[in-house]
């Protein structure tokens, strides 16, 4: 492991915007986000596979209304958004370091207003489909973790990937409000999206790959 690394994980240990095992409030954060680190009562926004959480710390800038949560398993990453939060003085965003299948270990039912899902690995091989961030096993997570109205939005460049997601959610009776487009930046669904870009969509865009994305809630 490089320098930088080892320097960033150090680093994370010290970080209040950062959840993570070695924290002394990790295990008390299901259903008390609010009440054990946000100390408010504002709607809670969770970014899945954030990356750098380019979404949580963009959203974050637009709706200081929110709380933003960026999960994600790499801490070099994490540090990069958690590094902006810090820089920019928004107390409205974590990042929390976990695995995605174990999200509802983290989040209490009813507790989420929003999710994104931002550029997820594909999971190409039929294998992996379990694995998918929309297969049926997370979208079970998603609708008991959600309030009422609560809305999934999802952005992809993988036609795959979004072409199997549509079928999954067509083939089931409790979806409802589902918009969805396979070129975003040629469509009016882009004021959904806010403009803002993750470093793999913008290297995508230059490419000439069309962005796809998509919103809907649980009936």
Known sequence: ?????LKRFAENLERENILQDD?????KLKGNWNKEHFKNDLPLIVELGCGKGEYSVGLAERFPQNNFIGVDVKGDRLWVGSTEAIEKGMDTVAFLRAQIQQIDTFFDENEVSEFWITFPDPRPKKRDIKRRLTSPRFLEMYKKLLKPEGIVNFKTDNTALFEYTLETLQERKDIKDLKFTFDLYNSDLQEYTFGIKTTFEKKYLEKGVEIKYMQFKFA
């Open 23 to 27: 924290k002394p409030n990790f295990d």
């Open 1 to 5: 492991m490089g320098r930088s690394k």
